[in-house]
């Protein structure tokens, strides 16, 4: 028999039985889709994080206490501003460093209040990170000098503080002490569900006094070229030692963070497409047993045939052939519907999803795959029925 | 196709089943030749083994003893693929339940046997159409069987069976599902194609008028042949039974 002519008694064969055909192929439908949702969405995730790693500025070095590691128990950080002039003299050049101490307070103007990420920082700021004012200006190093209380807005604190009206030169007041707005940052939207938009940038000075402390959380580098950018971790992270013989320090830089952040998104989408590729098994048996029923009840059907000059083999493709137009055919549905489906995720929740060719390619190919393994065994058991017990049964 | 000088040529062939550890002969040293062109009745109670015969005639089973050989090629020594291919280029099948697929027309019933030997659609409609024009049929070409009578139903397989040009037709109890007159018109058919196309025609039956009307009858009892006179017909010598499906 002509391999079109088979195709075409594969496909009127589905047809004959439109219900049961539509329910079996259901099941590779949804585990198909379910993988290109789940795959899209840990690569996007992923994808998303490694944007936002990498839209901190280049050649970043950040600067903690304790390790980075999993088991590692957080250190009390020990780091002062002392500290971070030590680490300035190092780089050779104070405005590559940044600091930050980090708070969580209530921020008011006038009946408004938000609860936001304060945190205190230099005036160096802007150039090791990427963050652009976009009314107003930034912290000067006159205002951390003098632990000026002036602050400096995200857009979503300031749209949910001032509305539609320029905050700048309006006053503020931070953990209940009163603080003028100097500038208002761009936009720099959300990421993994966080808003980035919702801080207050002050003086680390200010801080220090607001909070009655003096210690930095962490400090960040901005190495002047890639090249050197892992022997001036060592060298810092050497002066840091010396200066605190009893507390570990680390410098990592984004391409650490993003591999260690990259294995853990790296495991979690593969636990994703796992889950989802039990469920394309699931579909997959369910092939199985419908091609069993199927050549059960068509037994009569084979006997003739085989009778009129089909061979096993014949028989045999023709039932494979069916099990794969099952699978293949609610591939293809259950990629639309992942491919919509993840559109519709990343457009109405804050889970990022990035559709890519390969899990297209991987599910449609698994779903094929399916078909051929879970239609094996039906069709063999057809191609084989001997034809005179085959034309007996009723 | 070239014809064998024997259509059909079997020597002491003999079918045994196993069933459960159990040897079961069904036949015991059958010999028979059926010639082209050939009319020849096979007839018996039922479990005298001429369904079993029927089956080995038409290559769809294998003797377990003896010699058996169809359009000139002994069984024994051919492949299933091959013994498919033996089927449908040497042997046309009727059945009493018709055995047509569903949801398929009239004409592609009929060329379904051509599938099988890799004809092109449009050659195999062609001579399909034909064929059922040759059983009076023209004009049902599309009709699937449900839409058809029992009698057209039959028709249809007769078509189909003889649309490859086969040597030997079997049929088994080709009218046991009919009414008589249908029947009777069914029968002449066979009758008239086997006169006209030279087609061999067994027909298996418990019927003895049907029996009657062939050039030779093949008496069967448990399993072996008690009487195969040459030349005109007698009437069958036992009781009328009901036959297996």
Redesign the interface.
């Known amino acids: 028999?002509?391999i079109a002519?088979a195709w075409r008694v594969a496909l009127?064969a589905l047809r004959?039985n439109r219900l049961r055909s539509g329910l079996t192929m259901l099941g590779v439908v949804i585990g198909v889709a379910a993988v290109v949702v789940l795959v899209a969405i840990g690569t996007g995730a992923k994808r998303e994080v490694e944007q936002q790693v990498e839209g901190l500025g280049s050649n970043l070095l950040i600067v903690v206490p304790g390790r980075l590691e999993f088991n590692s128990a957080p250190s009390v950080s020990r780091l002062s501003l002392s500290d971070v002039d030590a680490v300035s003299r190092v780089v050779g050049d104070p405005s590559r460093v940044a600091v930050t101490v980090t708070s969580g307070e209530t921020v008011r103007a006038g009946t408004r209040s938000t609860f936001t990420t304060v945190q205190g920082v230099l005036e160096t700021t802007p150039q090791v990170f990427v963050r652009n004012v976009a009314r107003g200006s930034y912290l000067t190093s006159s205002d951390v000098d003098t632990a000026r209380r002036v602050a400096v807005l995200g857009a979503t604190v300031a749209r949910t503080l001032f509305g539609d009206r320029d905050p700048i030169g309006q006053q503020v007041s931070v953990a209940g002490v009163r603080f003028r707005v100097i500038g208002v940052f761009a936009p720099l939207g959300q990421s993994l569900g966080v808003d980035r938009d919702d801080e207050v940038h002050i003086p680390v000075t200010t801080a220090h006094r607001l909070y009655g402390t003096n210690r930095i959380d962490g400090i960040a580098v901005k190495a002047p070229d890639r090249e050197r950018i892992d022997a001036l971790g060592e060298r810092i992270v050497a002066e840091l030692s010396k200066r605190h013989p009893d507390t570990e320090f680390s410098a990592v830089t984004q391409e650490q963070i993003l591999g260690v952040l990259g294995d853990i998104l790296g495991v979690l989408t593969g636990v994703l497409a796992a889950i989802a590729g039990i469920s394309l098994l699931v579909g997959g048996v369910g092939v199985s047993n419908i091609m069993l029923v199927s050549v059960r009840e068509r037994t009569?059907?084979i006997?003739?045939?085989?009778?009129?000059?089909?061979?096993?083999?014949?028989i045999g493709v023709q039932f494979l052939l069916e099990a794969v137009l099952l699978t293949t055919i609610g591939g293809v549905t259950g990629m639309a519907l992942g491919v919509g489906a993840a559109l519709l995720v990343g457009e109405l929740s804050p889970v990022p999803a990035a559709i890519t060719w390969w899990s297209l390619a991987l599910a449609f190919g698994v779903s094929a795959a399916v078909g051929i393994i879970f239609g094996v065994v039906p069709a063999q058991r057809a191609g084989r029925l001997?034809?005179?017990i085959a034309?007996?049964t009723? | 196709m070239t014809r064998a000088a024997q259509a059909v040529e079997a020597t002491d062939v003999s079918r045994t089943y196993e069933l459960d550890g159990v040897s079961v002969p069904a036949l015991r040293g059958v010999s028979l030749v059926i010639e082209p062109g050939d009319y020849v009745a096979i007839v018996g109670p039922s479990g005298s083994g001429k369904s079993t015969l029927m089956?080995l005639l038409?290559g769809?089973?294998r003797p377990t003893g003896g010699r058996l050989v169809i359009g000139g090629r002994d069984v024994s020594t051919l492949s299933?693929?091959e013994m498919?291919?033996l089927?449908?280029?040497t042997i046309g099948?009727v059945?009493q339940a018709f055995?047509l697929?569903p949801?398929?027309s009239a004409v592609d019933n009929v060329a379904?046997?051509l599938?099988?030997?890799?004809v092109g659609?449009r050659e195999r409609r062609a001579k399909a159409a034909e064929m059922l024009e040759r059983v009076g049929l023209g004009h049902r070409l599309h009709h699937r069987p449900n839409q058809l009578s029992g009698g057209e139903q039959q028709r249809v397989a007769i078509a189909?069976a003889l649309v490859?040009d086969p040597a030997v037709l079997l049929a088994d109890e080709p009218t046991g599902n009919l009414d008589t007159a249908t029947g009777a018109a069914v029968l002449a058919l066979l009758e008239d194609l086997n006169t006209t196309s030279g087609v061999a025609l067994v027909l298996v039956t418990h019927d003895r008028d049907v029996a009657a009307r062939a050039h030779r009858q093949i008496v069967m009892r448990d399993g072996a042949i008690v009487s195969a006179p040459a030349g005109p017909s007698i009437p069958a010598p036992r009781r009328p039974t009901e036959d297996e499906?």
């Not at chain 1, 006997?303 to 014949?314: E, F, H, Q, S, Y």
């Not at chain 2, 599938?115 to 890799?118: A, D, E, K, N």
Request: charged fraction near 40%; avoid cysteine.
């Open positions: 028999m002509r002519e009127d004959a009569r059907e006997g003739l045939r085989k009778a009129v000059g089909a061979r096993p083999r014949d001997d034809p005179v034309l007996r009723e | 089956h038409g769809l089973d299933p693929p498919a291919r089927r449908n280029e099948f059945f055995h697929l949801r398929t379904l046997p599938v099988y030997r890799g659609a189909r490859t499906s």
